[in-house]
């Protein structure tokens, strides 16, 4: 091949490359002016030219800022960045739940009321489901691992007009009863996610919490209202699959399980107080699944 052919290919090597320049941003705000001919989860590859001199690289996606090409076919989502740099994550959900806890007692209980069994069963099978929301913000201490606070709200009702059988041997009295059930719970949480190497777009997120869960029952028995609450120790355990509309917002689905008990209970009738503590048989469980979909902003 002689010079002149040598020159040629060169220059339109050079004038192509010149042409397609890429840029890489790194976390230290510094520029690559390069071109990116492949990106994966880990790793962004790309060339630089310095002079007539063509230096292959690659540098860690964790080390990225941002980045930007026109080279469709060094990945899909060419022009997107994941916020692996970032250290704060908000999280805003809301869904259902399903208390867990057996109502077989309580249903027991309704039918020596005079309640008839199918009242009974389809009363709780109406309180067991209900609805969610939640909000939670972790600060990274590593690349995986974070640390925050998280809180939870759960709402169920369920409400039937029967006869009730007082137990005199005289009366049989016509009521409603009803309940409204109101947990708020806060706690500490220990966060940890993991993106996915067949599609960077899409992480998986996990957090254990342990708080405080405090319980609100807004009751009615044949048209009498009483107030149950109580307060006690919670946990809570949640897995998230992400998927990222943008590079710092990301939608997602989460599955938790909560876990409560109380021990001691406060009633008021309107007239008076109670507070009982509650022997180990007589506990109120109050755990329940919970699936939520939500959206979360990274910074």
Request: proline share 2%; with cysteine.
């Amino acid at each position: 091949m002689n010079i002149k052919a040598i020159l040629t290919i060169t220059f339109i090597l050079v004038a192509v490359f010149v042409k397609a320049q890429d840029r890489i941003i790194t976390s230290q705000n510094d520029t690559i002016n390069c071109k990116i001919s492949k990106v994966n989860s880990s790793n962004i590859f790309f060339t630089v030219k310095t002079g007539n001199i063509l230096t292959k690289g690659k540098i860690e996606r964790e080390k990225v800022l941002n980045y930007y090409s026109d080279n469709s076919t060094a990945e899909n989502d060419l022009g997107f960045y994941l916020p692996e740099s970032s250290r704060w994550r908000l999280g805003l959900t809301g869904g259902f739940n399903y208390l867990t806890a057996s109502s077989s007692k309580a249903e027991t209980a309704m039918i020596q009321q005079g309640i008839s069994k199918a009242n009974a069963e389809s009363y709780y099978d109406n309180l067991k489901p209900g609805i969610g929301a939640g909000a939670d913000l972790h600060y990274m201490i590593t690349k995986m691992y974070g640390i925050g606070l998280i809180y939870k709200f759960y709402r169920n009702n369920s409400k039937i007009e029967s006869f009730f059988n007082p137990n005199d041997g005289l009366n049989l009295m016509f009521g409603q009863m009803s309940e409204k059930i109101y947990v708020n719970y806060a706690g500490v949480s220990f966060y940890s996610e993991q993106f996915l190497k067949a599609n960077p777009r899409l992480k998986l997120s996990s957090y254990y919490s342990m708080g405080m869960a405090f319980y609100r029952d807004e009751a009615v028995i044949v048209n009498s209202p009483f107030l149950l609450t109580g307060k006690a120790f919670a946990t809570n355990l949640d897995l998230g699959l992400e998927y990222f509309v943008f590079p710092r917002i990301s939608a997602g689905i989460n599955v938790s399980y909560f876990l409560s008990s109380l021990k001691k209970i406060t009633l008021n009738d309107g007239n008076s107080t109670i507070t009982k503590k509650l022997e180990k048989e007589e506990f109120e469980n109050i755990s329940r699944l919970d699936l939520s979909f939500g959206i979360r902003f990274y910074r």
